[in-house]
């Protein structure tokens, strides 16, 4: 059965090219870069030029850090634990504001700290899934040590104001943390243009490998290390060098900025073809606006359907989607994202996500569209609940 792949978000596929650039760390020039003899030494120049590629996709000054870790969770971990372990711990800061729709690689972080005595603020979002950057400056104290917004949302692919809410953290001397794992390869991440101090990404993401992320920090700001026991990444984090992985993000970030273009036209195109074809059915209603989202990402809600029982049917006809981020599948509770909305709860569970790619066909999304009606209408066939379409659906009244 030819199998169509709809869940990037979750993970994306290995471009070729990257894939090839990695190939001989493997096999070939497999040594320690740390090592003073020729096997180490001949691995600094691929790892020189991915350094460079990293930079150079988000506009980094030379001034600026960025680590290479294992992942964004890593990342997220390490801007937290450093804002506690600097300001908090060692200083007399003590508050900490995130938003309530963060992966928990942000939330599941800042509710430990809460254990350990530190006051969180978790900001709402609006019915369009959005932050408000308002929000941010009344939540800020003069005990305020970080705040940590992400660029966009892993399952409404709603971009956040980031360009603003930094602004007004640097102009309230509060540190900013953004997590931009669904920005890289969806939209410009430019760190001379947005001020963050600190940026996390993975690389399996935009088509790099897994196992690989990086942290970009600003020039001057504090950086206290997550991981100790050696000088890798000039002492912020310690761990031989994963110098394959190293190489493809480089040059995964590097096709990521060459193909935006492509991102921003063709893959918005067939993620809108998919999107009206699903608006066309009754009953459906998908988050936040499309000007406001990443041009890969669909978040719908099809009353009657269990999100579940939907991805299930359609993977048994070689679709790949998801109902909201992989890490929370296994969980049968309601969409958080689709519940912080303001959505009823009947909705809330019947959240299902499409994320395309640059890899994605208009042939897979034409099988796709012609399939839906089928799927949707024998699960509603099947439904207790849904007896038929109802009131078109209407997004929730602003509160
Ligand atoms: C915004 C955001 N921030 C951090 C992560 C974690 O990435 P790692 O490489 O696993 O560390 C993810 C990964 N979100 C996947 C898996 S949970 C999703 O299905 O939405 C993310 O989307």
């Known amino acids: 059965m030819e199998r169509i792949y709809l869940d990037n978000n979750a993970t994306t596929i290995v471009d070729p090219k990257v894939f090839q650039v990695m190939e001989p760390y493997f096999v070939q020039m497999y040594g320690n870069p740390n090592s003073l003899h020729s096997f180490g030494s001949e691995v600094k120049p691929a790892l020189a030029q991915a350094m460079e590629q990293l930079y150079a996709g988000i506009n980094a000054s030379d001034e600026d850090d960025i680590i290479v870790n294992s992942c964004a969770t890593e990342g997220n971990n390490t801007v937290i634990m450093s804002a506690y372990y600097d300001l908090i711990r060692n200083g007399d800061k ?14 599941e972080t800042c509710r430990f700290l809460e254990s350990l005595g530190v006051e969180v603020t978790y900001l709402p979002v609006n019915q369009e899934g959005i932050v408000s950057v308002e929000d941010v400056k009344a939540a800020i104290t003069p005990r305020t040590a970080l705040a940590s917004i992400m660029w966009a949302n892993n399952e409404t692919g709603m971009i956040f104001p980031i360009k603003e809410i930094a602004y007004a953290c640097r102009n309230r001397g509060v540190l900013f943390h953004t997590d931009a794992v669904q920005a890289i390869g969806k939209l410009q991440v430019n760190v001379q243009d947005v001020p963050v101090d ?7 993401k935009f088509h790099g490998p897994k196992g690989v992320g990086g942290l970009y920090i600003r020039e001057g700001v504090p950086m206290v290390p997550l991981l100790h026991g050696g000088e890798h990444m000039g002492g912020l984090r310690s761990g031989t060098v994963n110098v394959a992985g190293m190489v493809g993000m480089g040059m995964a970030m590097e096709l990521a900025v060459e193909n935006l273009g492509y991102e921003i036209r063709e893959v918005r195109r067939l993620r809108d073809k998919l999107e009206d074809a699903l608006l066309a059915l009754p009953d459906i209603i998908v988050v936040g606006s499309r000007s406001q989202r990443t041009p890969n990402t669909i978040l719908a809600s099809i009353r009657g359907v269990e999100g ?5 049917d359609l993977n048994r006809h070689g679709i790949a989607v998801s109902t909201g981020s992989a890490c929370a599948s296994e969980s049968l509770e309601a969409n958080p994202i689709i519940s912080a909305i303001g959505a009823d709860k009947d909705l809330a569970h019947t959240g ?7 890899f994605t066909t208009e042939q897979e999304i034409d099988k796709v569209i012609a399939l839906l009606p089928k799927v949707i209408g024998r699960l509603r066939d099947i439904s207790s609940t849904y007896a038929t379409p109802g009131p078109a659906c209407q997004m929730p009244e602003p509160q």
């Open 94 to 107: 003590n508050h900490i504001i995130t938003s309530s729709v963060e992966h928990p690689a942000v939330g």
């Open 198 to 204: 600190y940026l996390t990404f993975s690389a399996h």
């Open 308 to 312: 579940e029982a939907l991805i299930w």
């Open 352 to 358: 299902v996500r499409f994320s395309l790619s640059r």
